[in-house]
């Protein structure tokens, strides 16, 4: 018998080249190689599902010293145990955050301030919540939290409403960007920024009124306040980017704006101004007003998924050593990874390097995870990213197509330009998605404060849950570096 190995790839084990040999039967031959894998898996187990949330999730978690903690939108808030994968113990966000109905939610983990950040919004109320932990502990007790939650009820107009909260930290800072919606168009946004330390330190304080965003300065439908792992931003800033309308065949530009704390009141510094670069070439999925339909995503024995929900706004952004990186979803129409002017046919994940200066975000390379296929390809969507010290980057997300279920992936690419050969699975779809033309709107990457490695959470359908027919999976993909 002959053994030839072709393209196998391995992890922390020896290439076999002989043959151990059987009793009863002559040896054959090995021949072929194993290639070291860039990235493998270590920790892999499931999160919340269906009957812990509703249709559409917002996936969303980070990964602390002990815990992994997650949670979903108008559904539960949870503590899992970061080694074992154990459930440790949950509660509904809106009692966890004192409000009726929480959804959007976001979580980080701030490293430098070893607290947990925990985000929502209760759009009947018009209210944004910010609650901050008191240790480096996951534990839902309300004394690991400060109370009460930090909230903040916008004066809105009768027909305005907020809408798709994001969140980002850096060393100064908490902030929190919300849109204002008036009859599904886009009004605006309000900015609020939570000085540190005084969130920890005052147990009275409140923040400055929130900073107004007119839809005249910045045509977009999400903002996204960048999380800053470096210990001296640039200039002191806080840095927000976001997706400009799309222009012809042209994807729309990337923009950025800074803020710098004056005292304990935090201020503009410039206005808005578009990143230049060679990253254009891209359908920009327009978002979807009213019941027309926009880009359908395929997948196995259900409605195909409206990306046109959320278009192609970014999804998440993250500061490491001077580069500010970014994500989001967009439509390809060939083989070639390149949008020429016809009907798209797939969806992509682009990623962004922006170089972080003192004069603002310059271009410096930007990528795109596709599948090439001729016919029935992966359809990409709902990224988010994270980067760790060496510059190694990671992009989890969903996939899937016209013979397959949903599923939920990762890709990495080392710091010196190498990519995973084939993408990593976090979880395979089980059945089909039942829940009409939404998808979870976005999903978390984030870093572990213990080692630095990877933790993504992804949703995937699944026909087990009684209520929603998805869940959620919690993986560690690892830098191999043999």
């Known amino acids: 018998a002959t053994l030839v190995l072709n393209q196998v790839e ?32 270590e920790k892999s187990f499931a999160g919340l599902d269906g009957d812990d949330g509703r249709a559409v999730p917002d996936t969303m978690g980070a990964i602390g010293p002990n815990h992994f903690l997650t949670t979903t939108t108008n559904g539960k808030i949870a503590v899992f145990d970061r080694t074992k994968g154990t459930h440790i113990s949950e509660q509904l966000l809106s009692s966890f955050l004192g409000v009726p109905s929480a959804m959007d939610p976001r979580v980080w983990y701030a490293h430098d301030s070893q607290r947990w950040v925990v985000s929502a919004m209760y759009s009947d109320g018009d209210t944004v919540v910010v609650k901050v932990s008191l240790s480096s502990s996951a534990s839902l007790d309300a004394a690991n939290w400060l109370l ?7 004066s809105l107009s009768q ?60 045509d977009t439908w999400c903002i996204q306040p ?39 009141n935090p201020e503009w510094v410039g206005g808005w101004q578009a990143i230049a670069g060679s990253y254009r070439d891209y359908y920009d999925i327009p978002q979807k007003t009213g019941t027309n339909s926009v880009l359908l995503a395929p997948h196995k024995d259900g409605t195909a998924l409206e990306l046109g929900n959320l278009g192609s706004l ?3 952004a993250v500061i490491r050593n001077g580069y500010l990186w970014t994500c989001h979803h967009v439509g390809l129409d060939s083989t070639d990874g390149d949008y020429d002017g016809f009907t798209a046919d797939r969806s992509a994940i682009q990623w962004f390097k922006l170089q972080v200066g003192s004069g603002g975000l310059t271009y410096a390379a930007h990528g795109r995870i596709y599948d090439p296929a001729a016919s029935n390809p992966y359809w990409y969507h709902y990224p988010s990213l994270n980067v760790n010290a060496a510059g190694d ?90």
């Open 393 to 482: 980057l990671v992009a989890g997300f969903s996939g899937s197509r016209a013979t397959e279920y949903i599923g939920a992936f990762f890709r990495g690419r080392k710091a010196n330009g190498t990519w995973m050969t084939r993408l990593g699975l976090v979880q395979a779809g089980r059945g089909a998605w039942t829940g009409g033309e939404r998808w979870g709107d976005y999903s978390a990457t984030s870093m572990d404060p213990t080692d630095d490695s990877f933790w993504t959470i992804q949703e995937y359908a699944d026909p087990a849950p009684i209520s929603n027919r998805w869940g959620a999976w919690i993986t560690q993909p690892r830098v191999n570096n043999p």
């Open 314 to 316: 970014l999804m998440t």
């Open 148 to 154: 009460p939650p930090y909230t903040n009820t916008f």
């Open 10 to 41: 391995k992890h922390d084990v020896t290439t076999p080249t002989t043959c151990p040999g059987y009793p009863y039967y002559p040896c054959g031959t090995i021949s072929g190689t194993l290639t070291q894998a860039p990235f493998y898996t």
């Open 226 to 264: 960048a999380y800053n792992f470096d210990a001296s931003p640039v200039g002191g800033y806080a840095w927000f980017v976001a997706k400009g309308p799309a222009s012809g065949n042209l994807g729309g530009q990337i923009y950025f704006r800074r803020l710098q704390w004056n005292g304990a």
């Open 159 to 218: 027909n305005e409403g907020p809408d798709f909260p994001t969140l980002g930290i850096d060393a100064n800072g908490i902030y929190l960007s919300t849109q204002i919606k008036a009859s599904n168009a886009p009004a605006g946004y309000r900015i609020l920024a939570f000085k540190k330390p005084d969130v920890y330190t005052n147990p009275s304080y409140q923040p400055p009124p929130p900073l107004v965003i007119t839809p005249q300065e910045l």
